[in-house]
């Protein structure tokens, strides 16, 4: 994850939160990506999804891997 998908959907949203579980995968969309906000959290924890504090909308999960970057 480097935040592509992010990326996407913020051209398109009035907010976005993407999240990965790996620390490394969050630091490089932090980087590629400064104008989003990243956190590290497994998509399908709803619990830890409510702990950021947002009233979440709309929730998209892609599970596609690499997100066609290698």
Same mark, same amino acid.
Request: glycine share 10%.
């Given at each position: 994850?480097? %935040?592509?998908?992010?990326? &996407?959907?913020a051209?398109?949203c009035k907010?976005? &939160? %993407?999240? /990965?579980?790996?620390h /490394?995968c #969050?630091k490089?969309a932090?980087?590629?990506?400064?104008? #989003?906000?990243?956190e590290?959290?497994d998509?399908? /924890?709803?619990?830890?999804?409510?702990?950021?504090g947002?009233?979440?909308?709309? &929730?998209y #999960?892609? #599970?596609?891997g690499?997100s %066609?970057?290698v």
């Amino acid at each position: 994850m480097s %935040g592509t998908t992010a990326a &996407i959907l913020a051209a398109h949203c009035k907010e976005v &939160i %993407g999240t /990965d579980v790996s620390h /490394d995968c #969050i630091k490089r969309a932090r980087e590629m990506h400064p104008g #989003i906000r990243f956190e590290v959290l497994d998509g399908f /924890d709803v619990y830890a999804a409510l702990q950021l504090g947002k009233r979440l909308t709309k &929730i998209y #999960i892609d #599970i596609s891997g690499l997100s %066609g970057e290698v």
